[in-house]
């Protein structure tokens, strides 16, 4: 199975920040790997897809970037809505496999 | 809007099966793969499941192979999930999810409904 490891699991951040979180997996998963924003209570919202691809209606303070092993999230400027976890996946082989999350805080 | 909504879960003691549903709506159900994800309590994000638009291809975590069965009825708009053999570790809010694009496995998921949480508890 394809390990993928998120780091911070944690981050201390104010609004207005520069927020990076990183991605990587245990093996390369070619662009095949999306980002998921989770408030609390709610399921996960998809942010990025193929790496790098911002859904529909995502705002553009949200980029992803990467391929093969490594991969970031970045938010460009931290707004009070973005205060959630965040989940990397990969769905390049069987079984596809979540980060562990990495939960953004207000500092 | 896509409109997923999950219903059947519950309480259910070690051993014990449970059968999931999830209602779709918003699109045509029917050129979509599906997949189950859960999480158990305070948890991160763990696949359990998918199966092709027509239901011919299936694929399962090595944690529920051959303790549960994923299923789907086009004519109904829904998903399902028979669960057997159940134990404490499969505790968690089962979501269903929508593929990203039609007629492809390999894709995001699109789409989560709220979940329906299965609690397995002697």
């Known amino acids: 199975d394809i390990q993928m490891t998120q780091s911070p699991s944690t981050l201390s951040a104010s609004v207005g920040d520069r927020v990076t979180i990183t991605c990587r997996a245990s093996q390369s998963i070619s662009n095949w790997l999306a980002w998921y924003q989770q408030k609390p209570g709610k399921p996960p919202n998809l942010l990025i897809y193929?790496?790098?691809h911002l859904e529909s209606g995502v705002p553009s303070r949200f980029s992803g970037s990467g391929s093969g092993t490594e991969f970031t999230l970045t938010i460009s400027s931290l707004q009070p809505n973005d205060f959630a976890t965040y989940y990397c996946?990969?769905?390049?082989?069987?079984?596809?496999?979540f980060g562990q999350g990495t939960k953004v805080e207000i500092k | 809007d896509v409109h997923l909504v999950e219903s059947g879960g519950g309480l259910v003691q070690p051993g014990g099966s449970l059968r999931l549903s999830c209602a779709a709506s918003?699109?045509?159900?029917?050129?979509?793969?599906m997949s189950w994800v859960r999480q158990a309590p305070g948890k991160g994000l763990e696949w359990v499941a998918n199966i092709k638009e027509d239901g011919d291809e299936k694929y399962y975590s090595d944690s529920v192979k051959g303790r549960f069965t994923i299923s789907r009825d086009n004519g109904k708009n829904s998903m399902y999930l028979q669960m057997n053999s159940l134990s404490v570790e499969d505790t968690a809010v089962y979501h269903c999810?929508?593929?990203?694009?039609?007629?492809?496995?390999?894709?995001?998921?699109?789409?989560w409904g709220q979940g329906t949480l299965v609690t397995v508890s002697s």
């Open positions: 918003g699109f045509t159900f029917s050129n979509y793969w």
């Open positions: 193929k790496s790098s």
């Open positions: 996946q990969h769905y390049f082989t069987y079984p596809w496999t």
């Open positions: 999810a929508r593929h990203f694009i039609a007629y492809k496995a390999r894709e995001a998921f699109h789409s």
